[in-house]
């Protein structure tokens, strides 16, 4: 086939894909979420109940707040070249970049088929350009053979420790047919990616429909220990009339090999394939994205609606929807993709980590000349008021900031515990803000050390500086040069000591940040 041909075939196989899902998407079926089923809530209120007790009805959805609306002058990004769509992007905010993949088509990346691209910017509202400075770079196209041999489209990129993963959809051929099937890539920088090899997550043909996408459009984020995948699948037993569903796995595995559990109506249980029968789905939607907010201690989906993009919020346990959706409106096409942190998190708020939740999106708003989603745009708001820092465990969201202290100091929070500082200069440099109001739930955390003011500090051999608390407890501060500075801020004179002093130390905690 001729070089032209390629190009043609390839617009229009994605054309016919697209056309696939655009037969469904939700202006014919508006996607709301779907509801916990009664016997959800009543399995988790009964096991809460002593025997021959009436178990409490769960408490009702906690309205939350919106405000400082926003959305970007114009698209953000774009595949530049011939490529004739974007959309279904996936974006980390990491180190102060917005770093985005999305699904697009360069001639230039063989062979004819989906790509995904990369490029990135700081700001959501662009504009994103690929290291060098071109608009994007290719760095997943089809393999030739297997399950991803034409297309790689949908990517879904998190961070665990130093390795970055990404789980994409991918199909061997032009016409689908129940052919989309999930897989993961791994990568030491987010742009050269190393392949599992074979599908992950295939259709389950429970139930054959006109819509024969199959599986694919995932979202992972990474949580407890476990990866937890959300994807769509068309043939799902539970699915709408025309393929729309959310179903989750979760697995301590990134392949999904062992230990896999399903999200059905009793929760999570153990199943012994990816494959298994899809008996329940979180949002009757396409496309969707997903994080946690450790705030709210809650999953939040993003899924286009009649309203724009619809977040749909379930509680950690996914017993029950603890807030009202909320929308975030504008034109839409396809493919919300939330800013999330590295884990897929929400970003901690500087501002208001208890109080407020950032939530912003990137998604396709047109359909193209060449009858795809196109013209990426960014669309945002906060929810206000928020509820958080309620349980011990939402807590975890004020790690590395400061507090008043009840001694008129500060305290300085670090893994659920308190560094209690005597000097609010030395807390602004060793927090990432310092509050002005102290949350509740911070009385109850263990005040671990004290750093009085003019307290001894030591530089090691390796220029690294701790100061000493007590006898013989060292706490590590930060680079050579920040070091210095918070420990001439605390009146703590510098003393060199040997490697062999530095390690006789014990080591009890560490104020890097």
Request: proline fraction near 8%; aromatic fraction near 6%.
């Amino acid at each position: 086939m001729a070089r032209s041909d390629v190009g043609a075939a390839r617009i229009a196989a994605s054309a016919l894909v697209v056309a696939l899902l655009a037969a469904c998407a939700p202006s014919a079926a508006d996607p709301e979420a779907v509801p916990a089923p009664s016997n959800v809530a009543a399995a988790s209120t009964a096991a809460d109940a002593g025997a021959g007790e009436t178990p409490a009805p769960p408490p009702g959805p906690v309205t939350l707040a919106t405000d400082r609306g926003r959305q970007s002058g114009g698209v953000v990004a774009q595949g530049g070249g011939d490529a004739p769509y974007n959309y279904a992007p996936s974006l980390i905010l990491e180190d102060g970049r917005h770093r985005m993949w999305w699904c697009s088509q360069l001639g230039a990346a063989a062979p004819g088929g989906d790509d995904v691209l990369y490029a990135e910017s700081a700001s959501p509202d662009g504009p994103f350009t690929a290291p060098g400075g071109s608009p994007s770079i290719p760095v997943l196209s089809g393999s030739t053979a297997g399950f991803d041999a034409i297309h790689t489209c949908d990517p879904s990129v998190i961070k665990v420790g130093p390795t970055y993963y990404m789980y994409y959809t991918g199909a061997e051929r032009d016409n689908h047919a129940n052919g989309s099937a999930i897989g993961v890539a791994t990568s030491p920088d987010g742009i050269s990616w190393t392949r599992a090899g074979a599908a992950i997550v295939a259709p389950s043909n429970d139930q054959p429909r006109d819509n024969a996408y199959g599986a694919g459009q995932q979202s992972a984020l990474w949580l407890d220990g476990w990866f937890y995948l959300m994807f769509t699948d068309t043939t799902g037993s539970v699915a709408d009339w025309n393929g729309a569903g959310q179903f989750v796995l979760r697995s301590k595995d990134h392949r999904f090999a062992t230990g896999v559990q399903a999200l059905g109506v009793n929760g999570f249980e153990p199943v012994s394939s990816t494959r298994a029968p899809r008996t329940r789905s979180v949002a009757n939607a396409f496309s969707a994205d997903w994080m946690y907010v450790a705030a709210l201690r809650a999953f939040v989906i993003a899924h286009s609606t009649d309203h724009g993009t619809t977040l749909t919020f379930w509680d950690k346990d996914f017993t029950a929807n603890p807030h009202p959706q909320v929308h975030i409106p504008g034109p839409w096409r396809e493919g919300p993709g939330l800013v999330r942190t590295p884990l897929g998190h929400a970003p901690v708020s500087a501002e208001d980590p208890c109080g407020r939740v950032a939530v912003d999106v990137v998604r396709a708003t047109v359909e193209g000349p060449a009858a795809a989603p196109t013209d990426l745009a960014h669309f945002g708001l906060d929810l206000a008021g928020v509820p958080g820092c309620a349980t011990e465990e939402s807590t975890g969201v004020l790690h590395g900031f400061a507090v008043p202290s009840p001694a008129n100091t500060t305290d300085l929070v670090l893994d659920g515990k308190v560094v209690r500082v005597e000097r609010r200069s030395v807390s602004d440099r060793l927090a990432v803000r310092v509050l002005d109001r102290r949350p509740a739930a911070v009385d109850a955390m263990q005040v671990v050390a004290e750093i009085p003011a003019g307290v001894d500090a030591v530089r090691g051999p390796d220029g690294r500086i701790g100061l000493v608390l007590g006898e013989d407890e060292l706490w590590v501060l930060g680079d050579a040069t920040t070091a210095a500075e918070i420990a001439a801020l605390n009146s703590s004179t510098v003393t060199e000591v040997s490697k062999q002093v530095w390690e006789s130390y014990a080591k009890t905690g560490d104020l890097r940040r």
